[in-house]
């Protein structure tokens, strides 16, 4: 998601401290062509114009909540990153976050309205924070709360907090520098994008999904934020512009919050949970419609397996079938990891209960040799069981010596040590008669039927 000829536009803040000194190293870290704006005022962004590579550089006097329309300072911006102070009791803290007000704009912008975001940009910001930030600092995200909401371009704020001690180190003003850097050549948007709402100021669950899935999160309505906003009901068009805003079609919600749910349907947009986003990452979305309309919804045990993820093969036809029940029980009973990772490694996707920890049957191939394989994986869990196993008349045919009790009992081997040797294979000694443990054991099979399977074929739109 590199758009190598896309220019970011930085905003440095006169009057922020921070934000001075993160701009100081920005032009201490990059070689800058400085040329002179003489079309606007020194206070508005004219005068001194800093440019390199991916990057213009402007400085305002006002503060950046209150810069609207700030795009229109740099020359076709693809985003905006305002280099700005955080100001909080969180201790060393680096964050990134977009703006916008769900209710009253108490500190910039306008009632109930958002600047556009830049997800992607946002989500490549956080991992460059990460990597750069001092010994002693945190990284975090933050929801949507403030002021400006008409920039002009996709924006957001990345900052440096939390206190005067922090907006004064170098060394922090430095790592957010060297962050908004990272950002040459990263496109602002990208496909997957959500809207957040719920939880507190600071939002760990979101930025687990930035972090540890494909999709990135937009604008982000906290708890206080949905609260100044109002009864979901009549703020259809705040929710309606959080989602414009954003580029997102879908939701995750924290929270019950049966009310804004049902608002968020209403507009035609789709609620998700976490467990629906960490399972259809790099999974292409119609794909991911025609399996869950094959097999069922992923919060009901839908898991999509490493076929799912082959490029380019999102429109094939696909098939549906119902693995051996009692092979795949017996395969899960001796060792469920190596049963999951044979079905995982061949299957489009697969049907899980228990909450997701053991497999359900129905599996979703791209190929008929698929299922071939996993019977062959499965048959060679029950080898490591079982003395021999083989193909025959439909089914797969275990064999395994077992110890007779009862044989031994008749012998005049009685319960104890002697007992117990036998059951082992030993030869044991009974009124002076030596009892051979080939006698008291015997030959078991077991039959795991192959046959009768539910296939159902699907093809993908071409």
């Not at 044979?342 to 359900?360: K, M, P, W, Y």
Request: hydrophobic content about 40%; charged content about 30%.
């Amino acid at each position: 998601m590199a758009d190598d000829d896309a220019t970011c536009g930085i905003v440095v803040s006169r009057a922020d401290p921070a934000s001075v000194h993160i701009g100081e190293q920005l032009l201490d870290l990059a070689d800058w062509e400085h040329t002179v704006d003489d079309t606007r005022s020194d206070a508005a962004g004219g005068g001194a114009v800093y440019r390199t590579s991916g990057f213009e550089l402007r400085e305002f006097d006002g503060l950046h909540l209150d810069l609207e329309g700030v795009a229109d300072a740099f020359v076709d911006p693809a985003s905006v990153v305002f280099a700005s102070k955080h100001a909080g009791d969180t201790g060393p803290l680096l964050t990134a976050h977009h703006t916008g007000n769900f209710g009253p704009a108490d500190h910039g912008g306008a009632d109930g309205a958002f600047a556009s975001t830049c997800a992607n940009a946002q989500a490549r910001v956080l991992d460059a924070l990460s990597e750069h930030a001092p010994s002693g600092y945190d990284v975090g995200m933050e929801c949507t709360h403030h002021g400006p909401t008409d920039v002009g371009a996709p924006s957001m704020f990345v900052e440096l907090g939390s206190s005067a001690a922090e907006w004064d180190d170098p060394e922090g003003a430095r790592a957010v520098a060297r962050a908004i850097l990272d950002l040459r050549g990263v496109a602002p948007h990208r496909e997957r994008r959500i809207v957040g709402f719920g939880g507190g100021h600071y939002v760990p669950r979101f930025e687990r999904v930035v972090r540890e899935t494909d999709w990135a999160v937009g604008h982000i309505g906290a708890d206080w934020g949905l609260d100044a906003m109002g009864d979901p009901v009549d703020s259809v068009d705040v929710l309606r512009r959080a989602f414009e805003r954003s580029g997102a079609t879908r939701a995750l919600v924290e929270g019950d919050r049966p009310a804004l749910t049902d608002a968020i349907e209403d507009l035609g947009h789709e609620v998700v949970t976490e467990t629906w986003l960490r399972e259809t990452a790099g999974v292409p979305l119609d794909l991911v419609s025609r399996v869950e309309k094959a097999i069922g919804p992923i919060d009901a045990g839908l898991r999509f397996g490493d076929r799912a993820r082959a490029a380019g093969q999102a429109g094939d036809e696909i098939v549906t079938v119902s693995l051996p029940a009692a092979l795949l029980d017996e395969a899960e009973g001796i060792d469920p990891e190596t049963a999951r990772a044979a079905v995982e490694r061949r299957a489009v996707a697969f049907d899980t209960d228990h909450g997701g920890s053991r497999l359900a049957g129905e599996v979703t191939l791209r190929d008929a040799d698929d299922l071939a394989g996993i019977v062959d994986a499965l048959a060679d869990v029950l080898d490591g069981e079982y003395e021999t196993v083989e193909r025959r008349e439909g089914a797969l045919v275990a064999r395994e010596t077992a110890f007779d009790p009862v044989a031994a009992r008749d012998a005049g081997v009685s319960e104890g040590p002697a007992f117990g040797r036998l059951a082992a294979g030993e030869a044991v000694r009974v009124d002076g008669e030596t009892v051979d443990p080939a006698t008291v054991h015997t030959q078991q099979e077991r039959r795991f039927p192959l046959d009768g399977r539910d296939t159902r074929r699907t093809e993908g739109e071409r």
